[in-house]
């Protein structure tokens, strides 16, 4: 089937069977091996992969900044090795992860650095560049720290810095490795959501490598996967979720993937299983439910074994119970799981070696669960 939107001159930088690596005692060291990929305008599109898988090398290759091992990458239709580098600096901008080295300059000046490659021999700025960077400052949310000094500015401080000096560049692509590396949360979601409204209204190509795997699924248009074994594939989030390729390439012992959630999560033993009733769709009973997983006991609907079960009431508190009777009342998740760990210990022999032993029966045979087994 054709595709419904043809992008093909909308294209800004292509790979074509492209080799990276490094040179060393004059021998090729290859870290990815025939790559063929592009890139295209609107988009913001992030490069996914573990550690040592090449993400960093991968982006120094196609801005230039270390030669290709095999293959090519072009630019607008012309190979990187044919542009001047005064030509580049106006097509490509570029924030890697290490910007501790600019120190006795503020903020300022660092984002005013964005606008070089047209202020001339002397790099004087005009009206417009003052404006461009005054809006760059804006975006990021930095204008509060544009008379600092890069030195007392935090790593995530500084990382906006470089961002907003390259969003000032005004290249038609930027790229950037682990631009979010520093951040916090909220901070890192408002950049990447910055920088695809970026990507759409600006007519940017926007290519970045994080290692925020959940974060790109949500905001990215396209997704590369790249890993040293696997080599590249590419795709939408949607399309690699349901192909199965980002559990293929991120998938560990211990975590799953909800494909249609587009999420992972950690898989914890279950020693035993406990009765939950209450609405499962509310959030105390789905918080309490995670509680219960995360200190290996397993929530069902129902068992034979009733012994001891919760109550999820429909104000949002906690009944919890043993042999039919209510042993008390909370608002507290972790009360209740505490007083339920207490009474799963003496009412079903539940012992804990290797750490504090919960029974009170030392008479009655006790199952087993040992720290080691973590």
């Not at 006795?104 to 984002?111: I, Q, R, T």
């Not at 920088?195 to 990215?220: C, G, P, Y």
């Not at 997983?293 to 906690?318: A, C, M, T, W």
Request: aromatic letters at 6%; charged letters at 25%.
């Amino acid at each position: 089937m054709e595709s419904l939107v043809n992008n093909a001159n909308t294209k800004t930088i292509e790979l074509m069977g492209l080799s990276t690596g490094y040179k060393v005692k004059g021998k090729k060291l290859i870290i990815s091996n025939e790559l063929n990929a592009s890139l295209v305008r609107d988009e913001l599109v992030c490069l996914l992969g573990p550690n040592g898988a090449g993400k960093s090398t991968l982006l120094r290759t196609l801005v230039g900044f270390q030669p290709a091992m095999g293959g090519r990458v072009s630019i607008n239709g012309k190979s990187i090795d044919d542009y001047r580098s005064s030509e580049l600096s106006k097509l490509v901008s570029v924030v890697l992860t290490d910007n501790s080295g600019i120190k006795n300059m503020s903020v300022y000046d660092v984002v005013a650095m964005g606008r070089s490659p047209y202020t001339g021999f002397w790099g004087r700025i005009n009206e417009k560049d003052r404006k461009v960077i005054d809006n760059c400052l804006q975006w990021v949310n930095i204008t509060d720290l544009k008379d600092r000094k890069m030195q007392t500015l935090s790593d995530g401080e500084r990382q906006k810095v470089m961002i907003a000096k390259a969003i000032a560049q005004e290249t038609p692509i930027i790229v950037l490795d682990e631009p979010t590396a520093y951040l916090d949360y909220p901070s890192k979601m408002t950049m990447l959501m910055l920088l695809h409204r970026m990507a759409k209204a600006l007519h940017k190509t926007i290519f970045l490598s994080t290692h925020d795997v959940e974060h790109a699924l949500q905001i990215a248009d396209h997704v590369w996967l790249i890993d040293k074994k696997l080599g590249l594939v590419t795709g939408t989030p949607e399309d690699l979720c349901l192909n199965g390729k980002i559990e293929q390439y991120f998938n560990r012992e211990g975590m799953t993937f909800d494909r249609a959630l587009g999420s992972f999560s950690v898989q914890h033993k279950s020693y035993h299983n406990l009765v939950v009733e209450g609405d499962k769709h509310s959030t105390p009973y789905i918080l309490l439910c995670k509680a219960l997983v995360r200190h290996n006991i397993q929530p069902v609907d129902d068992s034979d074994d009733r012994d001891v079960l919760i109550r999820v009431e429909k104000d949002g508190s906690f009944t919890l119970m043993q042999f039919g009777k209510q042993t008390g009342t909370t608002q507290r998740i972790e009360q209740v799981v505490g007083d339920t760990f207490s009474l799963l210990a003496k009412t079903k022999m539940f012992k804990v070696t290797g750490g504090k032993d919960y029974s009170a029966e030392d008479d009655v045979p006790q199952m087993e669960v040992n720290y080691d087994d973590f």
